[in-house]
């Protein structure tokens, strides 16, 4: 089965991460084979995930990792009222839907509750958001006992640069 993405890569300052290593990185990547392997029932894409965890954090700290990445991202699509959108696997930037993955594990590791909403509701798009946190929360905690702790400053930066772009606020809704 070939491999489509379902966002096509853009080269505008809306949220992109550029970095090729690091915690930010690792949850983009993440994310992004996850969804792919969900949308296309291509196994190579989780195998690209895989292989990129156990890499990065050794096989014993990659299994945990994964698994609850995959539990996330399965949450993410269940709760989602709208297509999710990331780039090709190969792609060199991270889309802003990425991004807003990146910086909800991001609020998470650093316990900013109302930033956590906002980034879910932004991301799915959907008010059923509870599932995604609780998924978002175990995936930071397997990130965080990987010695795997993202920058607490991606969140108001990304969570920001996709309110500006939608011409709204970053304030949850009440």
Same mark, same amino acid.
């Given at each position: @089965?070939?491999?489509?993405?379902?966002?096509? %890569? $853009?080269?505008?300052?809306?949220?992109?991460? $550029?970095?090729?290593?690091?915690?930010?990185?690792?949850v983009g990547v993440g994310?992004?084979?996850?969804?792919?392997?969900?949308?296309?029932?291509?196994?190579?894409?989780?195998?690209?995930?895989?292989?990129?965890?156990?890499?990065?954090?050794?096989?014993?700290?990659?299994?945990?990792?994964?698994?609850?990445l995959a539990c996330w !991202?399965?949450?993410? *699509?269940?709760? +989602?009222?709208?297509? =999710?959108?990331?780039?090709?696997?190969?792609?060199?930037?991270?889309?802003?839907? %990425?991004? @807003?993955? @990146?910086?909800?594990? +991001?609020?998470?590791? $650093?316990?900013?509750?109302?930033?956590?909403?906002?980034?879910?509701?932004?991301?799915?798009?959907?008010?059923?958001?509870?599932? !995604?946190?609780?998924?978002?929360?175990?995936?930071?905690?397997?990130?965080?006992?990987?010695?795997?702790?993202?920058?607490?400053? =991606?969140?108001?930066?990304? !969570?920001?640069?996709?309110? *500006?772009? *939608?011409?709204?606020?970053?304030?949850?809704?009440?």
């Amino acid at each position: @089965m070939s491999y489509q993405p379902k966002f096509v %890569e $853009h080269h505008g300052p809306r949220g992109e991460v $550029h970095a090729f290593s690091g915690p930010e990185w690792l949850v983009g990547v993440g994310f992004r084979c996850w969804l792919a392997g969900y949308d296309t029932g291509d196994i190579t894409c989780w195998e690209n995930g895989w292989n990129t965890y156990n890499r990065v954090l050794g096989p014993a700290r990659a299994k945990r990792a994964v698994t609850e990445l995959a539990c996330w !991202v399965r949450a993410v *699509r269940a709760a +989602a009222s709208r297509e =999710i959108q990331y780039n090709a696997l190969d792609a060199r930037r991270f889309c802003a839907d %990425e991004c @807003m993955a @990146m910086s909800l594990i +991001a609020a998470s590791q $650093h316990h900013r509750c109302p930033a956590m909403q906002a980034c879910a509701l932004a991301l799915t798009g959907s008010e059923t958001v509870d599932p !995604v946190i609780d998924a978002a929360n175990a995936f930071a905690d397997a990130l965080d006992e990987a010695d795997y702790r993202l920058n607490q400053e =991606i969140v108001a930066a990304l !969570v920001t640069s996709d309110a *500006r772009a *939608r011409g709204g606020s970053v304030s949850a809704p009440r």
